[in-house]
């Protein structure tokens, strides 16, 4: 059975559905099955994690972790998954086309040594090791930009499938006590000026969809989950990209949607047919979609600022028609993806500690661009649970606000790490995955 989300809409109601991983019940909305969470916003519909924590206050647990990674951890039921990249220490000669020409290629690191790209379960009450699997052992064919590493997306699970993916080197499908289903290799990225891949895979029903945008030839495709077969694969033309598609049914019809720099663009989950399309993105499309209201919201920030509220009955090329319902272009994130809770669209401002609160309805701007005491940098991107929304720093610090069309500020807290990865949210319980240790914060 479907779970529909009834919110407020333009006029009364609109009736919207998210399904960012599968059919919808309790269970999947008490957990945090994929990046963003079991409603592919920002929210944890049954959260209620701790408003304040230090590394002496409401820690359940903290696990260093082997390797490094950026990708957000999920969870289902008692299991915590995360994904790593865990050197070998086997070096090889670095190539000297093994680092692309750009303005930042001091910021890039080259592949130079093999990987054991990684799956690992924790055990959710205690941080231990429930299993670990090598996906893939391997030299990298590409270096990665020195914030984050090869291990950039996040897996996702409807419970029964766990499917994770490390771009180039591989997409792989595990059942929940880690025993590998199938594996697919789709090829070579090569990305803007070596900066490495970082988009997720989105999971409806019996459908995982990869979208596949760098330097080279493109495309969208879609995989049966039960086996790996390829259902269907469309073309693309769009430079590097790092967002993860979202998945939403409107009018009765299931479809995908793709940020990327060119044009963001929805297709028939069920088919991969062409629905709509608008352009007018930034460089290098980070953020990833998000949807309710009858509207889905579509953002960039790099070298330029793009916002979007798009409505997805629409056909076609609907730029500059009434199909885009309104947009703004000013103080959009670049990194982070933005956060949708009720009718308030909250969106960092570039990669700063600098936060916009926007009626996501009409787009009228109800807090502009002030600044957060207590973050430094932010790439997380911000969660909500339980009227509050929370915000980490790459420093180590977190902001706490209460849901609200002002900036209230409930808490700001701190820990000895630095996160680039996006918090979870399950029940009562956060995790932060940091540069070296994963925390499970709890209030006792």
């Known amino acids: 059975m479907n779970r529909c989300a009834l919110m407020t809409g333009l006029s009364l109601t609109a009736l919207f559905c998210i ?6 019940d309790n269970t999947r909305d008490s957990n945090w099955p994929q990046w963003r969470g079991p409603l592919a916003n920002g929210v944890a519909p049954h959260g209620n994690p701790p408003v304040e ?58 592949a130079s040594e093999a990987q054991r790209f990684t799956v690992m379960a924790l055990d959710r009450a205690t941080g231990k090791v429930r299993w670990q699997q090598t996906a893939r052992e391997q030299v990298p064919h590409e270096g990665y930009h020195r914030d984050h590493g090869y291990a950039s997306g996040s897996p996702v699970t409807d419970g029964k499938y766990l499917v994770a993916y490390f771009g180039s080197n591989g997409l792989f499908c595990y059942d929940l006590t880690g025993r590998l289903l199938w594996q697919k290799d789709l090829g070579r990225q090569r990305t803007r000026y070596g900066y490495g891949e970082g988009a997720s895979p989105a999971l409806h029903g019996h459908t995982v969809v990869i979208l596949w945008d760098h330097e080279g030839e493109d495309f969208i495709v879609a995989f049966d989950v039960r086996d790996g077969k390829e259902l269907w694969w ?17 009018e009765g019809r299931w479809q995908v949607v793709a940020n990327a720099t060119n044009k963001a663009r929805s297709y028939d989950l069920s088919t991969g047919e062409l629905l709509w399309e608008c352009g007018g993105q930034t460089l290098n499309a980070i953020p990833s979609p998000v949807a309710g209201l009858g509207l889905v919201f579509v953002t960039s920030g790099f070298r330029g600022n793009a916002l979007y509220a798009m409505r997805p009955s629409s056909r076609g090329d609907i730029a500059g028609t009434p199909a885009v319902a309104w ?4 103080h959009t994130p670049y990194v982070p993806s933005p956060l949708l809770y009720g009718n308030l669209l909250y969106l960092p401002s570039g990669n700063n500690a600098v936060l916009s609160i926007i009626e996501a309805s009409t787009g009228n701007p109800l807090v502009e661009a002030q600044r957060l005491e207590g973050l430094k940098g932010v790439y997380a991107s911000p969660v909500g649970a339980d009227n509050r929304v929370y915000l980490v720093g790459r420093d180590g610090g977190a902001v706490v606000l209460r849901k609200t069309d002002t900036l209230e500020v409930l808490a700001r807290n701190r820990l000895e790490d630095g996160f680039d990865a996006s918090p979870a949210i399950a029940g009562n319980q956060m995790f932060l995955r940091g540069r070296r240790s994963l925390y499970c914060l709890s209030a006792k």
């Not at 399904?19 to 919808?24: D, E, I, N, R």
């Not at 820690?59 to 865990?86: C, D, H, M, Y």
């Not at 469309?234 to 409107?250: A, F, M, N, V």
Request: glycine residues 8%; charged residues 20%; proline residues 13%.
């Open 19 to 24: 399904s960012p991983a599968s059919a919808g």
């Open 53 to 110: 924590w230090s590394e002496t206050r409401n820690v359940q647990w903290k696990v260093a972790l082997p390797g490094r990674g950026t990708s957000t951890p999920i969870v289902w039921e008692n299991q915590v998954f995360i994904l790593t990249a865990i050197p070998t220490g086997r070096k090889i000669e670095i190539k000297p086309d093994a680092v692309p020409p750009g303005p930042n290629a001091h910021m890039v690191d080259p």
């Open 327 to 330: 947009s703004k272009n000013k």
């Open 234 to 250: 469309q073309k693309r033309d769009e430079p590097t990209g790092w967002s993860t598609p979202l998945i939403i049914e409107h």
